[in-house]
């Protein structure tokens, strides 16, 4: 089996603490991408749930946005408990 070299970008803080959790594991790095890549061709997918953070979506950053402006005018948003539960669901 011939071996190839795989290079990528990544945070410097991001590579040192996988690194790190990699070495507590007692594997390299190299393992963790390896182990990672086999799992993937198996099981023709990413192995763990890929989701987008629903806190991140258009209408919750306009909202978050919204709320920003009217907090830096000074205007105060009141809700009630009832209120908060509705905009939860």
Same mark, same amino acid.
């Given at each position: 089996?011939?071996?190839? &070299?795989? @290079?990528?970008?990544?945070? +410097?803080?991001?590579?040192?603490? $996988? !690194?790190? !959790?990699?070495?507590?594991?007692?594997?390299?790095?190299?393992?963790?991408?390896?182990?990672? !890549?086999?799992?993937?061709?198996?099981? @023709?997918?990413? &192995? $763990?749930?890929?989701? +987008?953070? &629903?806190?991140?979506?258009?209408? @919750?950053?306009?909202?978050?946005? !919204?709320?920003?402006?009217?907090?830096?005018?000074?205007?105060?948003?009141?809700?009630?408990?009832?209120?908060?539960? +509705?905009? +939860?669901?």
């Amino acid at each position: 089996m011939t071996l190839t &070299p795989v @290079n990528f970008r990544m945070e +410097a803080d991001l590579k040192e603490r $996988f !690194a790190q !959790a990699c070495k507590d594991m007692g594997m390299s790095v190299s393992t963790a991408f390896t182990i990672f !890549a086999k799992r993937v061709v198996r099981e @023709n997918g990413i &192995p $763990f749930p890929v989701e +987008a953070d &629903p806190f991140y979506s258009e209408s @919750n950053v306009a909202a978050l946005r !919204a709320a920003i402006e009217r907090a830096e005018r000074g205007e105060v948003v009141t809700k009630t408990v009832e209120e908060l539960e +509705a905009m +939860a669901k």
